[in-house]
């Protein structure tokens, strides 16, 4: 009974010291393997045996880049403010044994290394910096820190500033002086754009006017010339019909109403000429005066004129030959539409020439004038011989 129990005994014995002697190491670890108290090697992923009773595992240690997030710090700047700076590290351990044995905790070392170095470095730059130059910190930073855990057996891979929080009275001034500058460049676009909307419009009203002008002018004289056509058409038929002056008094009384009828007068004065008219009509139509025929109630038979050829254009042609030198109409020439405005344009601007060589430099008219004012100030040699 004892012997089996002894047997039992030794058997656990044996398993216990089995397992304490194979040691399987995973995937991107390692472990310190110190015998008899003395570091003995580095034992990476793999099946490996240990001596009972001698080997001992330190430590086991992850290969595997790590990110560490520091508690925010606070610095004060150089133009004395303080800020609120939070920090990330990412590093990975590059000698395991470095790592162990030259430093007890390399994270708390890493730690206190980033904030002395953040207060060496932010202390050198004023708030503006600090806020603008992230790249600038984040570089320092890592040269310092790989440069202090090289001896560690540790690499640093980045560091990186995840916020910077200035104090409250700071960030509201920030704040009014960010909306301050966007208020100005919302009055700039604005007093932009009416620019070039008064610009454009002033624009649009110069072509517009000049537009308006050159077809005011040219229906200006395609008017004239029309009239002129129209008076020439009227008196060339007055004369070919050869009228009286008591048909022309005829045709002035019935003009008379029609002046009358404008509704804004509110006096119609008969000019003179209305009793002359009158008197020719009823010369016409009533008995003469002392030099008449007796009783006869009626004025003496005219003349009879002498007899015109009829046809087409020829009429007017007769009447020009047949009367006198002094009554002869002559057909005015019309001028053509262009070529009057473009007279017109030159006459404006000769006479914008005159003006402005007769103003001096100063505003002040010239102390001699031109020949031509005073020559038109003198009385005309014409007028004084009359």
């Known amino acids: 009974m004892y012997q089996w129990i002894i047997l039992g005994v030794i058997a656990l014995a044996v398993v216990v010291i089995l397992a304490k002697a ?10 310190i393997v110190e015998r008899l108290g003395k570091y003995h090697s580095t034992m990476f992923a793999g099946f490996h045996v240990l001596i009972p009773f001698f080997d001992k595992v330190r430590a086991r240690v992850d290969l595997r880049e790590q990110v560490v997030s520091f508690a925010p710090q606070p610095v004060i700047t150089s133009d004395n403010l303080v800020v609120s700076i939070d920090t990330v590290i990412y590093f990975q351990v590059t000698e395991p044994g470095a790592a162990v044995y030259e430093i007890a905790n390399y994270i708390t070392g890493i730690e206190q290394l980033t904030v002395t170095t953040l207060r060496n470095v932010i202390g050198s730059m004023d708030l503006e910096q ?53 208020d100005r460049r919302a009055a700039i676009l604005t007093a932009e754009g009416v620019k070039q909307s008064a610009i454009l419009t002033a624009e649009g009203e110069k072509q517009s006017q000049i537009l308006r002008a050159e ?3 040219q229906s200006a004289v395609l008017r004239a010339q029309g009239e002129a056509r129209a008076i020439h058409e009227v008196f060339d038929a007055i004369h070919s019909a050869d009228a009286d002056d008591k048909v022309l008094s005829y045709q002035y009384l019935q003009t008379l109403p029609e002046i009358a009828k404008t509704p804004s007068n509110k006096m119609w004065f008969i000019p003179a000429e209305v009793t002359g008219a009158m008197q020719s009509l009823s010369s016409a139509f009533g008995p003469e005066g002392s030099g008449g025929s007796g009783g006869s109630g009626f004025s003496a038979p005219r003349p009879p004129r002498p007899a015109r050829p009829s046809g087409g254009d020829q009429v007017g042609e007769t009447v020009r030959s047949s009367t006198p030198p002094a009554t002869a109409f002559k057909a005015p020439s019309l001028q053509d539409p262009q070529e009057a405005l473009r007279e017109a344009r030159a006459d404006v601007a000769a006479a914008e020439d005159v003006a402005s060589s007769e103003v001096g430099p100063t505003g002040q008219g010239r102390a001699n004038p031109p020949a031509t004012r005073r020559r038109d100030t003198q009385p005309d040699a014409g007028t004084d011989k009359a």
Request: net charge positive; glycine share 10%.
């Open 22 to 31: 194979v040691v399987i190491v995973p995937q991107a670890g390692a472990l």
């Open 130 to 182: 600090t806020l603008t130059s992230r790249d600038q910190i984040n570089s320092r930073l890592r040269g310092v820190l790989d440069e202090a855990t090289g001896r560690w057996g540790i690499r640093v891979n980045r560091v990186e500033l995840k916020a910077i929080d200035p104090p409250q009275s700071v960030q509201g001034a920030m704040e009014q002086q960010m909306r301050a500058e966007r």
């Open 215 to 217: 077809g005011e002018a």
